[in-house]
């Protein structure tokens, strides 16, 4: 008797996601600040942010309400500084109208080489956010590789790459111990091997309101804020630190809040001139663009803007 066997005779293929993820899924990448910047994830200011008024604005954790249209003729300069520099800037098409903080985008995302870990804010005002998000990133065709889920936070402005080896990532108010470590688990997934844990003191919020990194290696802080345990592994690693030492520009003029074009030139918040000629000296090209309307909700550029794709820093 003759038995046709039916199973398996086929063998998986063994190439890595990364591999795939150029044809399968487009090209998305990011392990630095600095790599030359080429796609962006953008909120443009809806109608939720015209909920906020003088009554509400700190139900929000805003300083004061906004002009609904000078925050977006900002937001739009800022867009066109993308756009003269060659950066495609996609935006988060859908938000309920009840989030006015979501133009922040950097908080819901944290980009990596193989796509986007969406986050779970820590603020309650914000929760929901970030379904929006991902369905943006699902129409681009960017995997989600991760979302915070459990009992974990996190922002993702609490987490920075250095390298395609290292990250710091912060924990305190806006990211618990249990978001930061789903973030962590993520990360090493693919490939990274440091991590420089950032205990974010009280009275802050997220990193890049205390350290940006503006050059391959040079990074910008406040000294007094940002832990020794931080700034050495930095040091380690060749980096020049540049001291933001006007109190004024890292507290109310966010001067660390700035976007790297591409390694060695900046677009950073008009209003900070100690920090920008420090930057000018140590050889870092300064672009300045007008921010007050969008800091009356405690952000600036970097909480703005959700990278997307960034070249690899060792082809910038």
């Not at 600095?34 to 109608?47: D, F």
């Not at 779970?120 to 929006?132: F, K, L, M």
């Not at 966010?254 to 976007?259: A, E, G, L």
């Amino acid at each position: 008797m003759n038995v046709n066997v039916q199973g398996e005779r086929w063998f998986p293929s063994q190439k890595a996601f990364s591999e795939d993820m150029p044809d399968l899924w487009g090209n998305w990448y990011c392990d630095s600040e600095v790599g030359t910047l080429r796609s962006v994830l953008m909120r443009r200011p809806g109608r939720e942010i015209e909920i906020v008024n003088e009554s509400n604005f700190s139900d929000f954790r805003w300083k004061a309400a906004m002009n609904p249209e000078r925050a977006r003729a900002q937001q739009d300069a800022l867009v066109q500084i993308y756009h003269d520099h060659g950066v495609e800037v996609h935006y988060v098409e859908n938000m309920r109208e009840d989030k006015p903080n979501a133009l922040y985008l950097r908080d819901l995302v944290v980009m990596t080489p193989e796509g986007a870990i969406v986050c779970r804010p820590a603020i309650e005002a914000r929760r929901g956010e970030e379904r929006y998000i991902a369905e943006q990133l699902a129409k681009l065709g960017v995997p989600i590789i991760k979302t915070i889920n459990g009992d974990g936070f996190f922002d993702g402005a609490c987490a920075m790459w250095v390298d395609r080896q290292t990250v710091i990532i912060g924990t305190g108010a806006r990211a618990n111990e249990a978001g930061a470590a789903q973030v962590e688990a993520e990360l090493r997934n693919i490939g990274v091997t440091e991590i420089i844990r950032f205990p974010i003191p009280y009275g802050h919020a997220h990193i890049d309101g205390l350290l940006n990194i503006a050059d391959m290696r040079k990074v910008v802080l406040f000294p007094w804020q940002v832990p020794y345990d931080v700034v050495k592994p930095l040091l380690d690693r060749d980096f020049t630190v540049i001291e933001a030492t006007d109190i004024a520009e890292v507290k109310e003029t966010f001067c660390t809040n700035f976007v790297a074009l591409e390694p060695g030139k900046v677009v950073m918040p008009v209003g900070n001139p100690e920090t920008k000629a420090k930057m000018e000296q140590a050889g870092i090209e300064v672009i300045e663009t007008q921010m007050d309307e969008i800091m009356k909700g405690w952000g600036s550029i970097h909480c703005m803007t959700a990278f997307l794709r960034r070249d690899p820093i060792n082809q910038a």
